[in-house]
Nanobody, 124 residues
Framework: QEQLVESGGGLVQAGGSLRLSCAAS????????MGWFRQAPGKEREFVAS????????EYADSVKGRFTISRDNANHMVYLQMSSLKLEDTAVYYC?????????????????WGQGTQVTVSS
């Protein structure tokens, strides 16, 4: 079973940057699209970004377009989320996930495996 471990979260001031990392345990990671989702307190989990198997196709939520960049390193089974110009409303637990398809989806139901999440807190 695919295991995912997120890291890189923390406390950052509004306008700052963070880079989240997600390490996958299996080589099968390279066969599938990956995504980042987030969940703020009292809210449902929401889509943030996704990337195709080879990294040629990316999708972003409107709320993060132009500020966040998703990327992947298949040689090292890693996926990243570079976050810039952070806003208070970006505060959430961020999760990476594996989708059992080569093309990225914005739907959480399309993702089969999830990490435990990493907290991102943006302060004023």
């Amino acid at each position: 079973q695919e295991q995912l471990v997120e890291s890189g979260g923390g406390l950052v001031q509004a306008g700052g940057s963070l880079r989240l990392s997600c390490a996958a345990s299996e080589r099968t990671f390279n066969s599938y699209a990956m995504g980042w989702f987030r969940q703020a307190p009292g809210k449902e989990r929401e889509f943030v970004a996704s990337i195709s198997r080879l990294g040629s196709i990316t999708e972003y939520a409107d709320s993060v377009k132009g500020r966040f960049t998703i990327s992947r390193d298949n040689a090292n089974h890693m996926v990243y989320l570079q976050m810039s110009s952070l806003k208070l409303e970006d505060t959430a637990v961020y999760y990476c996930a594996v989708e059992l398809s080569v093309l990225p989806s914005t739907r959480a139901s399309a993702y089969a495996y999830w990490g435990q999440g990493t907290q991102v807190t943006v302060s004023s």
